[in-house]
């Protein structure tokens, strides 16, 4: 960990992402530990924040790529630094800012795991919705495919944020953002089901979904959660549960829907981000075309 002057400008820069850009606790231990390893390397050296230069940042890079460091995991850290230099710069701690010209490795587009619509409905309708945890799960299932909602979104939807009368959930995203998200008929005949047996937990929290000690349920317990009924499926093809994110959007696109509108319910800030499921769609048109005309 970062000492002296090098770790006060770190818990500085931290507090400001949290209190005033929104990052999440998950975005901040990202950067605290990228950023950490930044500051030793440049103390192992002997360079101090206002001395460090563009090549010193490379060298920090080169270390990281001999010690097995994939691209992606590099692209994190070149943004982390980023953003650290430049919050130095605005709060004169360093003159000039030896990032600006800090190259990130190149990244091929990764497109999003996808379940088909026959593969959704198998995982689904194979999951006993039965007991309190058997009810509990397929209603967050269903909820997770019917919204598009991050994992972290649901759970951390509290009971009064679920309006089902009028079929539709309310999210605070990234930033702190909020946003409606529709629920769907199915999904809300499941949420009914498991809030009619919700009383069976002794709930020490006002979350919509909780773990069976009362608490909320975390990120880490619906992975879980999903392995486990994975298991008992017998599925061959595994997948995380933001899998059923990324299927929502694509789904949507496959039956017509706009990329604004899926944009809007995906709550992402720009509509660039969104295009990366045009890819998997155009999949699907390739598969038609190459099947149906007659010199494909």
């Known amino acids: 960990?970062?000492?002296?002057?090098?770790?006060?400008?770190?818990?500085?820069?931290?507090?400001?992402?949290?209190?005033?850009?929104?990052?999440?606790?998950?975005?901040?231990?990202?950067?605290?530990?990228?950023?950490?390893?930044?500051?030793?390397?440049?103390?192992?050296?002997?360079?101090?924040?206002?001395?460090?230069?563009?090549?010193d940042l490379r060298a920090f890079l080169l270390d990281l790529s001999r010690r097995g460091y994939d691209r992606r995991s590099q692209a994190r850290k070149v943004a982390a630094i980023r953003s650290f230099f430049r919050f130095l710069?605005?709060?004169k701690a360093i003159a000039r800012d030896p990032a600006v010209t800090l190259p990130g490795p190149k990244l091929g587009r990764r497109l999003p795991r996808v379940l088909s619509e026959k593969e959704m409905a198998r995982f689904l309708d194979?999951?006993?919705?039965?007991?309190?945890?058997g009810r509990r799960d397929r209603a967050f299932f269903e909820l997770l495919y019917a919204s598009g909602m991050r994992v972290s979104?649901?759970?951390?939807?509290?009971?009064?944020?679920?309006?089902?009368?009028?079929?539709?959930?309310k999210v605070t995203g990234k930033g702190g953002k909020e946003r409606l998200c529709p629920i769907g008929a199915t999904a809300k005949r499941h949420l009914e089901d498991y809030l009619a047996v919700r009383h069976g937990l002794v709930a020490r929290s006002p979350a919509l979904f909780l773990n069976l000690r009362?608490?909320?349920?975390?990120?880490?317990?619906?992975?879980?959660v999903l392995?486990?009924?994975?298991?008992r499926l017998g599925l061959a093809r595994r997948f995380s549960p933001h899998a059923l994110r990324h299927s929502f959007a694509t789904?949507?696109?496959?039956?017509?829907?706009?990329?604004?509108?899926?944009?809007?319910?995906?709550?992402?800030?720009?509509?660039?981000?969104?295009?990366?499921y045009t890819h998997t769609s155009l999949e699907k048109?390739?598969?038609?075309?190459?099947?149906?005309?007659?010199?494909?």
Do not use: K
């Not at 050296?45 to 230069?53: I, N």
């Not at 979104?153 to 959930?169: F, K, N, R, Y």
């Not at 009362?214 to 879980?224: H, K, M």
């Not at 048109?285 to 494909?296: E, F, K």
């Open 285 to 296: 048109l390739r598969q038609v075309y190459a099947r149906t005309h007659p010199h494909a």
């Open 214 to 224: 009362g608490g909320r349920l975390t990120v880490r317990g619906v992975r879980w």
């Open 89 to 91: 710069v605005q709060g």
């Open 227 to 231: 392995d486990r009924h994975l298991l």
């Open 126 to 133: 194979g999951m006993a919705a039965t007991g309190l945890a």
């Open 1 to 55: 960990m970062a000492s002296g002057a090098m770790g006060e400008h770190l818990e500085r820069f931290l507090v400001l992402m949290g209190a005033v850009e929104g990052s999440s606790p998950h975005t901040l231990r990202a950067y605290r530990y990228d950023l950490d390893q930044l500051l030793n390397h440049l103390e192992s050296r002997g360079v101090t924040l206002q001395q460090a230069s563009s090549a």
């Open 251 to 276: 789904h949507l696109l496959n039956a017509g829907c706009d990329l604004r509108t899926v944009q809007e319910l995906l709550g992402h800030a720009t509509v660039a981000t969104t295009q990366v």
């Open 153 to 169: 979104e649901i759970t951390g939807l509290d009971v009064t944020d679920v309006d089902l009368a009028a079929g539709h959930a």
